[in-house]
């Protein structure tokens, strides 16, 4: 017995080495173009071209923004400055909340896109929000999100976003472990820590490793660095020194716990209802390595839309719930999306693509947890799962 456990560890051994190698020699990539995009580009193209339409989205990305940073800002100075009252001062604790959501889904988000601005260098400083806001480095965030999760969405070990180890177990090809059972009930407390975890030390982390996932993640120098600094010390300043000028530590700490969980729940869950759920595929990276499976292809099929129809939760969320026309259209502005979502739906059909789209929040939330809870439950070898 002890022999053959022996030998089984001996495999294992080598075939992680002969993986190891092949990963070396190859880089992972996909094929560009394609007639889906090519056919979608087009239409978009179009579209946007339409008298008005571009003035038109870029008028309502601002006023949208403009209402974020006064929603935020008065919120924040009424709780500082205004003699309020225990009901006045929870609404405005609320307005601050749901004005720094509104910042980072509306404006940092689309501006470290390069969709907010026609010039780089304004997208980047508006995209310092993340710093500023948030309390996260907007310079890692770009390497995190633009890079690691846009280029490889549902690839292990590449997507960050997927590569909870040991914690949870959101796609088929990562190992089990016996405590995933109960990851459909313990996930949510893990999402509030989400934005706590990247305010503290989950940004020190990535740059002492210096990649997130396999993208490289080179240290900040000259302004980049200036401004991660000056960006921390600001949101310390009026997160919690100024606070505690005003208010006992014990309050501005449960606040600011309160503040930065609801936020990490909320951001986590928005982009898990997109990429975790059970109609989203995911991949090793060996499933790619060498076939150059068509990228815009790989994009639809592992990103799920949901709530088109509800047009609060798109203007809140930043748009956000149209994740497939994020992913394929990251530098146009998110007022475009419901729009271009007509488009893309329409040419996958057309294409043979599969399109997935959630009618409603709770079909969306239920897919999440039934795709947890089997990931957790699953007793089956990986390459079984994987078909």
């Known amino acids: ?29 996909f094929a560009s173009g394609g007639a889906f995009l090519d056919d979608t580009r087009r239409e978009v193209a179009e579209y946007l071209a339409e008298p008005g339409v571009e003035a038109a989205g870029r008028r309502r990305l601002y006023a949208k923004g403009l209402a974020a940073f006064a929603l935020m800002g008065g919120s924040w ?4 400055f205004a003699p309020v ?4 001062g929870v609404l405005s604790f609320l307005g601050l909340l749901v004005g720094t959501m509104l910042v980072a889904f509306c404006v940092m988000h689309d501006a470290n896109h390069g969709a907010y601005f026609g010039r780089r260098r304004f997208n980047h400083l508006l995209g310092w929000t993340a710093d500023v806001a948030l309390g996260v480095s907007s310079y890692a965030w770009r390497v995190k999100h ?14 960050a976003d997927i590569t909870q180890m040991p914690f949870a177990r959101l796609v088929p090809v990562q190992p089990r472990r016996p405590w995933y059972r109960f990851q459909h009930l313990y996930i949510w407390p893990l999402y509030c820590l989400m934005v706590l975890r990247w305010q503290t030390v989950g940004d020190l982390a990535a740059f002492r490793r210096g990649r997130i996932g396999q993208s490289a993640l080179r240290p900040p120098r000259g302004s980049d660095l200036a401004g991660l600094l000056a960006g921390k010390a600001i949101f310390v300043t009026w997160a919690l020194v100024v606070p505690l000028l005003v208010y006992p530590w014990w309050l501005v700490a449960v606040g600011y716990a309160t503040f930065s969980m609801a936020l990490g729940l909320v951001t986590a869950t928005t982009f898990q209802l997109a990429h975790c759920v ?3 595929s995911s991949a090793a990276p060996l499933d790619l390595v060498g076939r150059r499976r068509v990228w815009a292809v790989h994009e639809v099929e592992t990103t799920v839309d949901f709530c088109p129809g509800n047009r609060v939760l798109t203007w809140v969320l930043g748009g956000l719930n149209f994740q497939i026309e994020h992913h394929l259209f990251p530098s146009v502005p998110h007022t475009h999306y419901p729009r271009i979502a007509e488009i893309v739906a329409r040419n996958c059909k057309l294409h043979g693509i599969r399109h997935t789209c959630q009618p409603t929040l709770r079909a969306a939330l239920g897919s999440h947890h039934r795709h947890l809870r089997a990931l ?8 079984l799962e994987m078909g």
Not at 85 to 88: A, E, F, N, P, Q
Not at 376 to 383: C, K, Q, T
């Open 146 to 159: 633009n890079v690691a999760h846009h280029t490889y969405t549902n690839v292990d070990g590449y997507d």
């Open 85 to 88: 009252g225990l009901y006045l």
């Open 376 to 383: 957790g439950r699953s007793g089956r070898r990986v390459e």
């Open 278 to 280: 059970e109609e989203a």
């Open 1 to 29: 017995m002890f022999v053959a456990a022996l030998r089984r560890v001996r495999r294992v051994r080598s075939t992680v080495e002969v993986v190891g190698a092949q990963m070396q020699q190859q880089k992972l990539s």
């Open 77 to 80: 100075a009424a709780l500082m």
